[in-house]
């Protein structure tokens, strides 16, 4: 039955009373380390938008493994990232073993053969990783389903598809507006979901509850507006004390800030959104709002 349950929602006041303060003690150590696999030859882009928004929301470190062709870049615009071209890595998961978050699709690009290496390397590590995955490693998930299903044990799962990206995850099976069935299959999958939209709803599996966004605007519909999601949600996940917590705050974080801009803006850049996020961080803090 469609519509049947009832979304809570995410609130400035909510999102305000839970951001964590930062002790005075902490260093870099303390807020994560995330890997971010994606950018082939085409699409560097899409990557170097993921890296851009992941530092600037403040994870501790920051690794990203791209196509060669794109380190120059991601050098000059984020010098604060460490960066590995894939075909140089020979092990994946001696790459994986110190991070603690993995970010995996931005660019990424069709091709199953190194997806396909990337997921044998982390299926032993897979209970210490909060694994997220968006854009072309979902299009690959729905292709290699049944080989995956050891990703349901991550420590945290994460799935970020806008409407195109569902269907063909969930084989055109469940309507997106069929919230019952899509909250049963990121249970199934002890997954927390996030179907991204105007506005996106995000669907805790593990406490099966049901959360909408409550901002976000036409300003956003622009290319790249969902990588720079993927960056600020890996970022997160390391300052907060629960996965779905960071998830929550950052897809609220992502729109709110735009909706910033788009008081002044007919159009919100998402590497403008990025450079924002710092202060609006900051004004999120407690009562600084
Ligand atoms: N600078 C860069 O390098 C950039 C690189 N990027 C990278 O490009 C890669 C491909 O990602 P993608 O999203 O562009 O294409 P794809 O996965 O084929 O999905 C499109 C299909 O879904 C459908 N659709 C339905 N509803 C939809 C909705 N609400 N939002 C969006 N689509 C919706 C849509 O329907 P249609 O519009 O045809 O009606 C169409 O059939 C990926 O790796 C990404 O990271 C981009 O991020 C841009 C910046
Ligand atoms: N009209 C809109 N209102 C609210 N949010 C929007 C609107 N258009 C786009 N967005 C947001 O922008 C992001 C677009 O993500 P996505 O389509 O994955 O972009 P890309 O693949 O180009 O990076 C999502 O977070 C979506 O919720």
Not at 273 to 278: E, G, Q, V
């Amino acid at each position: 039955m469609e519509g049947h349950l009832v979304s809570r929602k995410i609130t400035l006041q909510e999102v305000q009373a839970h951001w964590p303060s930062r002790e005075k003690d902490v260093y870099k150590g303390n807020f994560g380390h995330v890997l971010l696999i994606g950018g082939n030859e085409r699409m560097g882009g899409a990557i170097q938008l993921a890296a851009n928004a992941c530092i600037l929301s403040g994870a501790g470190l920051t690794t990203v493994a791209t196509a060669g062709s794109n380190l120059p870049a991601i050098h000059s615009v984020r010098p604060e990232a460490m960066v590995v071209a894939w075909e140089a890595i020979e092990d994946w998961r001696e790459l994986m073993a110190n991070k603690d978050t993995l970010a995996i699709g931005p660019g990424l690009g069709g091709e199953p053969s190194s997806f396909i290496a990337i997921m044998k390397a982390l299926q032993p590590l897979i209970q210490e990783k909060v694994v997220l995955l968006d854009a072309d490693a979902l299009t690959l998930y729905s292709q290699f389903e049944d080989e995956l299903a050891f990703l349901s044990e991550a420590k945290g799962l994460i799935f970020t598809p806008h409407v195109g990206e569902w269907r063909r995850l969930c084989q055109e099976k469940i309507a997106p507006t069929d919230k019952e069935k899509v909250l049963d299959y990121a249970q199934n999958k002890h997954l927390t979901l996030v179907l991204k939209g105007a506005p996106s709803q995000v669907f805790l599996g593990r406490q099966g509850l049901i959360y909408e966004n409550t901002r976000g605007n036409p300003g956003m519909a622009i290319g790249g507006m969902g990588d720079t999601l993927t960056g600020i949600l890996a970022g997160l996940v390391g300052q907060f004390q629960s996965v779905d917590s960071a998830i929550l705050s950052g897809v609220f974080l992502h729109s709110y800030a735009a909706d910033l801009i788009y008081q002044k803006d007919y159009v919100v850049i998402p590497s403008r959104l990025a450079a924002s996020l710092p202060e609006v961080m900051k004004n999120l803090e407690g009562k600084n709002v």
